[in-house]
Every structure is written in C-alpha cells, then in structure tokens.
T-cell receptor, first 112, second 118 residues
C-alpha cells in the first residue's frame, strides 16, 4: 500500500529563514503531488501541485521539488514569517486511483 | 456558496447513537470526497463521489459508515451505532471534477465536522 512519510516533529525556525519540509513516499511514483496548509481547527487549504514530469514548481515564496528517483518532495518557504506557522500536508495521487493519499503533516513554527 | 459548507460544525453524541453529517460542495463541482482526521493524524480517505458514477467506498472503515449524495450536490455521511473510536474531524471536500487524469484539479475542503462520541 502507498506510504507517505512526513517528519512528525515540529520544525522551528526563525523569521526570515527558509523552511524546508520533506515528504517521502514508498512504492511507485504518483501521478502528481500536492501540498496543503492546515491551521488548527480548520480544513486543509491547497497550496501547490507538481506533476511527476516536473522537477520544480514555484508560487511567490513557495517552492516545491519532486524527485522521483529519491521518491521525495521538498517544500520550501523562503523569507518565512510567523504567519506561515501551520501544519503542512503532502498528498499524492497515484495513477489508476481517484483519491488523494495524505501524509500526517509537519508542523512549522516560525518565531519572530 | 463560496466554499464547501459542512454541518454541524461540532457534534457530541452518546455511544450507540446514529449521527448524520452534511456537506454542501461548491456549486458546479462534480467530485465530492469525505475524509476523516483523528487527533494528530493525517487525513484518512473515506468515500469519493464523481458525477453519476458509482462511488468509491473503499475507505469506509466498517458497515456502520455510509454516505449518499443526492442530486449530484449535497452529501450526507451517516455513522450508525457510534463508537468512541469514531471521534474525529470529518472533512468534506469538492473539486471541479475528479482528481484523476492530467487535470489534477484543486480540492477545496470544508472546515470539518468535529464529532465526539462519549
């Protein structure tokens, strides 16, 4: 079965630094991968999508990479701000399936 | 509406009772999903509706769980004879169409229904 691993420990960084979150998966590569932000008591909010044939995607201060050899996606937030503090979830869609499989998420804390 | 709407936002029920959770997807969205999130856990897929196709029920944890979608819009998730392990946030999401294929349409989540079984 598909397995997605995200660091369960919170990531603490200082404001202005770059936050890097990791999503590792096992078995075969997904058709595409999405990153979501989830604030406490709220539903996840879509941030970025990257397809299996793409290496990198950017959106404002966000950057996602996708390495199908390492079976890993990295999610970067540059010039981080305290408002970026949240839990970030990665989700994968595998060819032939119609539902996203989510990781458990990594909590990011940005200190002023 | 502007977003995915779920009700009730909070529900406390006694063990053994039935509960119904409602989801109003974004107007025009043909795909609708139910996920469950237990405290500190990731999202667990429950069921997926796409247009008039038969739903994908592969994630429903037991036969106490069922869901329907009427008129291709509103969906109701029913949990019969609730157990304490059913306590979780039940999240509904919708997208313009299915997430399969090259489109990879964005999924929009509601704020969830927080269920506590005592």
């Amino acid at each position: 079965s598909q397995k997605i691993e995200q660091n369960s420990e919170a990531l603490n960084i200082q404001e202005g630094k770059t936050a890097t979150l990791t999503c590792n998966y096992t078995n075969y590569s997904p058709a595409y991968l999405q990153w979501y932000r989830q604030d406490p008591g709220r539903g996840p909010v879509f941030l970025l999508l990257i397809r299996e044939n793409e290496k990198e995607k950017r959106k404002e201060r966000l950057k996602v990479t996708f390495d199908t050899t390492l079976k890993q996606s990295l999610f970067h937030i540059t010039a981080s701000q305290p408002a970026d503090s949240a839990t970030y979830l990665c989700a994968l869609l595998y060819t032939g399936f119609q539902k996203l499989v989510f990781g458990t998420g990594t909590r990011l804390l940005v200190s002023p | 509406g502007a977003g995915v709407s779920q009700s009730p936002s909070n529900k406390v029920t006694e063990k053994g009772k039935d509960v119904e959770l409602r989801c109003d997807p974004i107007s025009g969205h043909t795909a609708l999903y139910w996920y469950r999130q237990s405290l500190g856990q990731g999202l667990e897929f429950l069921i997926y509706f796409q247009g008039n196709s038969a739903p994908d029920k592969s994630g429903l944890p037991s036969d106490r769980f069922s869901a329907e979608r009427t008129g291709g819009s509103v969906s109701t998730l029913t949990i019969q004879r609730t157990q304490q392990e059913d306590s979780a946030v039940y999240l509904c999401a919708s997208s313009l169409d299915g997430t399969g294929g090259f489109g990879g349409n964005t999924i929009y989540f509601g704020e969830g229904s927080w269920l506590t079984v005592v």
